[in-house]
């Protein structure tokens, strides 16, 4: 994710499947804005999720709308919206990593030119 430049990026804004929950993709395939998935916490987890033909296990981020909007001072729905339009930005960087496959990332979003940043460790370790 952290060579993605400006958006819009691709399928940003569209729906993410039904059994996911809420929500929108930010990037298909690799981060979804979740409507009010643990509502207060920014969650930047790995969440695995089937492709359409299910071949496969694609391991995405996950985030929320209400968590990222608390830290960027702005309402609930100007993040949703600004996914939906295509103008929400992210990024990120690796802080640190473990040999068991744990990464502290820096995640950021711009949005309407307002940016705001949180890290968090994400397991990227492959499941057994």
Known sequence: MSDLSKPPYPGQGEPIPANLGKGTWIVRDLAILFDDY???????EMRATLPPMGASINPVF???????????HVP????????????LQIGNRILRSTPDGVHTMRFFFTIDGKTCA????????PRR
């Open 62 to 72: 996950a985030f929320n709308a209400p968590g990222i909007a608390t830290l960027a």
């Open 38 to 44: 643990e509502a207060g916490s920014p969650a930047a």
């Open 76 to 87: 609930v729905e100007e993040i949703i919206q600004s996914n939906r339009s295509k103008t």
């Open 118 to 125: 949180f890290s968090a460790d994400v397991d990227t370790a």
